[in-house]
């Protein structure tokens, strides 16, 4: 059973388009995240969710907008596509926000063309 | 502000020999110290972590790690490495009013026959 589990896990698409990243946690956890890593590797937080409250939004452009139904899900929606948002996106929970380890999903390698 | 360094951007080691990778890392307060590994694809994977008592710390695949508030460091060792250990390993903190992982830039290590 994957404990935090990200679809889809590539996703192509042209520059303008609308896009979705889905994110579930069936590990009980109160806080959910999305992680951006470049391509040198490195992992910025965007944002953070408790109990499906918005607690952290990293100066991210407001072209992305987090949504969350509910504490075991967070989805990512992306407007207006841009070549620079091209990363690979990772959906994170973990039980208390920052204290302790974060369980990551797979990834979501997304390409604007 | 907190941060974290990881001042090796890639090792390479031969197989069988010991490995460790520097972290040092500059926080408030006392820190929450994970280090992840990322194989090539795949998400990120928690090694081993510190919160308080013992700062020698054992994680899975035969990783360790020393906690020296000193040198706010936190180095990540193994006696004997294998080729299976090649991959991105990450240090990041936590803790406080931070709610979120603060991530290093990463060490890439790779392992030569």
């Known amino acids: 059973d994957t404990a935090v589990s990200q679809t889809p896990k590539y996703l192509v698409t042209q520059m303008g388009n609308d896009k979705s990243i889905k994110c579930e946690q069936n590990?009980?956890?109160?806080?959910m995240y999305w992680y951006k890593q470049d391509s040198k590797k490195f992992l910025k937080i965007m944002f953070s969710?408790?109990?499906?409250?918005?607690?952290i939004n990293e100066t991210v452009p407001n072209r992305f907008s987090p949504k969350s139904p509910d504490k075991a899900h967070l989805n990512l929606h992306i407007n207006s596509l841009e070549l620079g948002d091209s990363a690979v996106y990772f959906c994170?929970?973990?039980?208390?926000?920052?204290?302790?380890?974060?369980?990551f999903g797979q990834g979501t390698r997304l390409t604007v063309v | 502000a907190q941060s974290v360094t990881q001042p090796d951007i890639h090792i390479t080691v031969s197989e069988g020999a010991s490995l460790e990778l520097r972290c040092n890392y500059s926080?408030?307060?006392?820190?929450?110290l994970f280090w992840y590994v990322q194989s090539p694809g795949q998400g990120l994977q928690l090694l081993l972590k510190?919160?308080?008592?013992?700062?020698l710390v054992q994680g899975i695949k035969g990783f360790e790690a020393e906690f020296k508030r000193s040198q706010s460091s936190f180095n990540l060792r193994k006696p004997s490495v294998h080729w299976s250990d090649a991959a991105e390993y990450f240090c990041?903190?936590?803790?406080?009013?931070?709610?979120?992982?603060?991530f290093g830039t990463g060490t890439l290590l790779a392992v030569q026959p």
């Open positions: 510190y919160f308080s008592g013992d700062t």
């Open positions: 926080y408030g307060a006392t820190p929450y």
């Open positions: 994170a929970s973990s039980q208390v926000s920052g204290e302790t380890e974060a369980f």
């Open positions: 590990l009980g956890h109160d806080t």
């Open positions: 990041a903190v936590g803790g406080g009013a931070t709610n979120k992982l603060i």
């Open positions: 969710y408790n109990n499906k409250e918005l607690i």
